[in-house]
């Protein structure tokens, strides 16, 4: 059974930092895109930010770019998303996704709550 599983969400002030980490177990995803979404109350999913297997290709929405960075270790079939300078809109929660398929993704996971406030 293929399985990802986030963890690191939490309470955090603006300004501060979190990072995130989503183990994959079930296969490996060494040579698969991986990536982050997030999803905030009454909002649709919204792309944050993937990497290619390699690591040489990574790719960052807007809203984030400058402030979050996206990283993998693929002998622990693992990928991060360090968050710094937290904006109360960076409020959601957050998905780790794996090997994309056209659009989509075809591995999601459970989610981990990152809430932004003073």
């Known amino acids: 059974q293929v399985q990802l599983v986030e963890s690191g969400g939490g309470l955090v002030q603006p300004g501060g930092s979190l990072r995130l980490s989503c183990v994959g177990s079930?296969?490996?995803?060494?040579?698969?895109?991986m990536g982050w979404f997030r999803q905030a109350p009454e909002k649709e999913r919204e792309f944050v930010a993937s990497?290619?297997?390699?690591?040489?290709?990574?790719s960052y929405a807007d809203s984030v770019k400058g402030r979050f960075a996206i990283s993998r270790d693929n002998a622990k079939n693992t990928v991060y998303l360090q968050m710094n300078s937290l904006k109360p809109e960076d409020t959601a929660v957050y998905y780790c996704?794996?090997?994309?398929?056209?659009?989509?993704?075809?591995?999601w996971g459970q989610g981990t709550q990152v809430t932004v406030s003073s």
């Open positions: 996704a794996a090997d994309r398929s056209g659009l989509s993704f075809n591995y």
């Open positions: 079930g296969r490996t995803f060494s040579s698969s895109i």
């Open positions: 990497m290619s297997g390699s690591g040489t290709s990574r």
